[in-house]
């Protein structure tokens, strides 16, 4: 079956710290995936996808994230946080495909930033 | 270029009433999925519309039903709510596989 882990649900990071938030899933075969972010009664934003090719990816709002085929794992990264990064974090993977079908997502990570 | 559109932002029914919520896809989009979040959940995949016809269904009961209009707006319908009904529905298009827009939702208590 289809899944995704994020086995932290929230983290606490100050101001100009590093990040990283992790996730790993579980699925027939390598699918697409995503991560994507929401503030507070919004939707969600796409942050990075990865499809193919290098399995290092560059975002938005400098994040990246590195698929490891091997552990299964779609971990995402930023080098020093900013208080506006504050939010929750949701890692989705979807099947390989000419049309994207629909996405499983993990429960999500809570992050909040000091100042 | 608007991204996708969701109506109403809010709303509250009773229980057993029945509701529809609406959705405009971003412009050149020609698929919409529907997904239910609930409070502290991440988004649980309710079905997508493709050419006017549910192409694939998540595991939700029959009571929730939809529809996509000639140009690719969508509707959900819930019939009987129940209590446990809410939640954060949120409506995102995609054309092929290139990655879906998210709309801001709508807020659905039902009580």
């Known amino acids: 079956a289809q899944s995704v882990t994020q086995p932290d649900i929230h983290i606490t990071v100050s101001e100009g710290a590093s990040l990283e938030l992790r996730c790993n899933y579980s699925?027939?075969?390598?699918?697409?995936l995503f991560w994507y972010v929401q503030s507070p009664g919004q939707g969600l934003q796409l942050l990075l996808k990865?499809?193919?090719?290098?399995?290092l990816v560059q975002g938005i709002k400098g994040f990246e994230a590195e698929f490891k085929r091997s552990q299964s794992s779609f971990n995402l990264r930023k080098p020093s946080v900013h208080w506006s990064d504050a939010a929750e974090y949701f890692c989705?993977?979807?099947?390989?495909?000419?049309?994207?079908?629909?996405?499983?997502f993990g429960r999500g990570t809570q992050l909040t930033v000091w100042p | 270029d608007a991204g996708v559109t969701q109506s109403p932002t809010h709303l509250i029914k009773t229980r057993g009433q029945q509701v529809t919520l609406r959705c405009s896809p971003k412009?050149?989009?020609?698929?919409v999925s529907w997904y239910q979040q609930a409070l502290g959940q991440g988004p649980q995949f309710i079905f997508q519309?493709?050419?006017?016809?549910?192409?694939q269904r998540g595991n939700f009961p029959d009571r929730f039903s939809g529809h996509q209009f000639p140009n690719y707006s969508s509707e959900l319908n819930v019939n009987a709510l129940l209590l446990g009904d809410s939640a954060l529905y949120l409506c995102?298009?995609?054309?092929?596989?290139?990655?879906?827009?998210f709309g801001s939702g709508t807020r659905l208590t039902v009580v």
């Open positions: 995102a298009s995609s054309l092929k596989n290139s990655g879906y827009t």
């Open positions: 699925y027939g075969a390598t699918p697409y």
């Open positions: 990865y499809f193919s090719g290098d399995t």
């Open positions: 989705a993977v979807g099947a390989r495909g000419s049309t994207l079908g629909r996405l499983y």
């Open positions: 412009s050149g989009h020609d698929t």
């Open positions: 519309y493709y050419e006017e016809e549910e192409r």
